[in-house]
């Protein structure tokens, strides 16, 4: 008798497999801001996290077109949605390429690149003083309009050991009498202009124009940065003694060492130091003013006696 034949049966055991990718995230460089003439504000946006949290996100950047993580690399930690970061210590007129990135578990994703140039394009022109006929030269910087020549409106003019923190006084560097015409043939005045105390400061500017607050003063170097001074001064040791640190005027301000006449009836600093009053009170005796030396590239605020005589630069009114 046959065995009956027992039919072989094979199992096969399937591994299941996700049918889901791992997959980097999806980003977009977005836009700019400039901030200052250092630091812009980069925006970008975090499009689809591919299920994956993200674990940080930002920007590469450097002066090559294509950055990547070997060049510059400013991030945060990971999240969701619109995203912005500043970047600092950038060079004026210098190309920067910045490319957005967001980074999860299974690798990083770019955007497209961004090239950023950060500029000064100072606008010029001229205004008439119709009090004396004095033309200066002007300057718009962004919203700003400034006389890029110190004041040297002189209606009258007074000894240095003269001073009041409360009646107008006008002053001409190292002049030492009261007669107003012949302090303007001075070369002095002809170069450097006049030093107001504050009362005098106050309603010196022509009409239309005011004497800048210590908040419009912060407007313009804020801007400019933390080498204001250098793109404010005069280039070159024709005023400024040496070294006049890093100037170079790209402003067009043409800021000079006009010096200042200090509460103690003295005149000093011209060649070395410019001062200019502000409208902002520090106390009830004294102001906010702004000052520049000529081994400094920066712009430095403090405060003076009301009694000084220090060098206008006037703003337009908006």
């Known amino acids: 008798m046959k065995e009956a034949k027992v039919p072989l049966i094979l199992l096969f055991v399937f591994t299941l497999i996700s049918c889901e990718k791992n997959t980097t995230p999806g980003v977009s460089t977005l836009s700019f801001t ?34 990547t993580e070997k060049d510059n690399c400013s991030a945060i930690p990971g999240g969701t949605g619109f995203f912005t970061i500043r ?7 210098k190309q920067y390429y910045f490319r957005s ?24 022109g001229t205004m008439l ?29 007074i000894s240095p050991w003269m001073g009041s923190e409360t009646l107008a006084y006008y002053y001409v560097y190292d002049y030492d009498d009261n007669l107003a015409y012949e302090a303007k043939m001075t070369p002095n005045y002809k170069t450097y202009g006049v030093l107001y105390n504050w009362t005098a400061a106050l309603t010196a500017c022509p009409q239309g124009w005011h004497l800048p607050t210590d908040a419009e003063w912060k407007i313009l170097t804020d801007y400019l940065a933390s080498s204001g001074g250098a793109l ?37 600093g011209l060649s070395t130091d410019a001062y200019f009053w502000s409208a902002t009170e ?30 206008i630069r006037c703003l337009l009114d908006h």
């Open 87 to 93: 970047v600092g210590r950038l060079s004026l007129n």
């Open 129 to 157: 003083d119709s009090r004396n006929g004095k033309t200066y030269a002007t300057i718009k910087i962004r919203q700003q309009t400034w006389m890029a020549e110190n004041l040297n409106f002189l209606p009258s003019v």
């Open 232 to 268: 404010l001064k005069e280039a070159g040791t024709t005023h400024w003694a040496n070294p006049n640190q890093g100037a170079n005027n790209a402003t067009g301000l043409t800021v000079l060492p006009g010096g200042y006449l200090r509460a103690d009836d003295n005149f000093y």
């Open 34 to 67: 400039i901030v200052n003439l250092d630091s812009v504000d980069l925006t970008g946006e975090i499009k689809d996290d591919s299920g994956s949290a993200i674990t940080s996100m930002g920007f590469y950047w450097g002066t090559s077109p294509g950055p």
């Open 101 to 124: 990135f967001a980074t999860n578990v299974n690798g990083s994703q770019t955007g497209k690149v961004l090239p950023i140039k950060i500029e000064l394009a100072p606008i010029r």
């Open 282 to 311: 520090f106390d009830q005796s004294s102001v906010y003013d702004r000052y520049l030396y000529n081994n400094s590239d920066g712009v430095f605020k403090f405060h003076t006696s009301k009694s000084s005589g220090l060098s």
